[in-house]
Every structure is written in C-alpha cells, then in structure tokens.
C-alpha cells in the first residue's frame, strides 16, 4: 500500500510541478515588455552656468554683464544657459528678468535652472529668516525667467553647533522655501 501512495504522491508532485513550471513561464511572458524603441538618437542638452564666467561677473569692474554671458552661450552652439543669482544685479527688478529672458529666447537658449547661494545652517535666527526670504524672492524670479530648475544649498553646521539640530533646520527651511 505504501507503494501505491508513493506513486501516487510521485505522479502528484510531478504533475503540480509541470503545471507549476508551465505557469510560471507563461506569467513571465504575459509580464514582459517590448524595450521601448526611440524615434530618433538620445540628445544631450548643453547648457553653461554663469558661475563658469564668475570671474568676469563678479565684483565692481565685471568685465561682463548677464546679457554678454547669455550671448557667448549663444555664439558657442549651448541650447541652455543657468543664470546664478549671485551674478545678476541686487536690486533686481521684474522688467530685467523678463528682458533677459526674452533675450534668451531671441537667441535660441532655454533658461535651463538658476541657482541661488544660501545658508539654511545659520545658528542666528534673524540670519537664518533672511536666507529664506532670499530664496523665496529667487524662486519668483525663477519662475519670471521661465527656469524650471532652482539649486539651492542646504548650507553648513555652524562651529560648536550640533549636525543633528542644524539638518531639521535646514529641512524645514527647505521645506518653507516650497
């Protein structure tokens, strides 16, 4: 009688194997995809920051404007330029952006980002308030400039401060920048 069972078990087990075997194959092809196929070659985009020329942007006797920057971009074939606000004038105003982005646009270059230099790691909380207001301001004027990408910093511990504490700082602060 064990004999039969063990054949019977065998032929089981054999059986719900096969069937097993069968669905997981079929499962498996049901799951799969085609790759997606492209209708043409992958292209890279390039874009310059102004940090790059920061050394002809910067200080009182810049050698060049934003304008200037948007236009070498232009003449070297770029199909992007990010404009870093550290280089733009600081009493910015709307009607200086929206001429800078038209003036992007009359040369074939998308605003691909700005970037904005700020410290969410200050200790002081006066100084910590006025680096927020700043990216606020500079995530409107991003948004005047069409860019669709706005870098920011979180910033740095301050000395003697603690990692911990200055990271939820500089979350939340991220965080209200949104």
Known sequence: ????????????AGIAAAISAQFAATHNEARAIEPIERNGQAKFKYSLAAYSYRGLLQGKAAELTMHDFVSDCARMGLEGTELTSYYFPADVTPEYLRDLKRHCFRLGL???GT??????????????REQIEHVKHWVDNAAIL??????????HVP?????????RQMVAAIDECC
């Open 146 to 155: 069409g860019a669709p990408v706005i870098r920011i910093f979180a910033g």
């Open 1 to 12: 009688m064990s004999e039969t069972l063990g054949r019977r078990g065998f032929l089981s």
């Open 110 to 112: 998308d605003v691909s």
């Open 159 to 167: 000395k003697g401060g603690s990692a911990d504490d200055t990271h």
């Open 115 to 128: 970037a904005v230099g700020n410290d969410f790691g200050h200790a002081d909380p006066q100084k910590l």
